[in-house]
């Protein structure tokens, strides 16, 4: 069994910084491309930024400059630090995995459970 499990988000107000965490959680392997993707009210989920297991990255054009993702592998971990925030970023932000390998079974489309982020103007 495995989770991804955030935390940090909160309220903040335009302009101001925050990060969020990920992790995964349970006997694992390996872990292939994570990201971020957030939801805010009354929309679909979108895609923020995603990360491989290299390093790469890529960005969603609403955050570019603006948030940056990075990777832990030891950890089983990934960050988002956005640094000025718009009203706009408000929404769950959701962990997302393409696949995490245990001893056992090779994990799918894993998704956390959300953290809030909100950012008032």
């Not at 054009?61 to 832990?72: C, H, L, M, N, Y």
């Not at 959701?94 to 909100?118: F, K, M, N, P």
Request: aromatic share 10%; proline share 2%; charged share 20%.
């Amino acid at each position: 069994q495995v989770q991804l499990v955030e935390s940090g988000g909160g309220l903040v107000r335009a302009g101001e910084s925050l990060s969020v965490t990920c992790v995964a959680d349970g006997i694992i392997f390996s872990i292939g491309t994570m990201g971020w993707y957030r939801q805010a009210p009354g929309k679909q989920r979108e895609l923020v930024a995603t990360i491989t297991g290299g390093g790469s990255t890529e960005y969603a054009d609403a955050v570019k400059g603006r948030f940056t993702i990075s990777r832990e592998d030891a950890k089983r971990a990934i960050y988002l630090q956005m640094n000025f925030l718009k009203p706009e970023d408000t929404g769950v932000y959701y962990c997302h995995a393409d696949s995490i390998i245990t001893s056992t079974y090779r994990h799918r489309e894993v998704w956390g459970q959300g953290t809030l982020v909100t950012v008032s103007s």
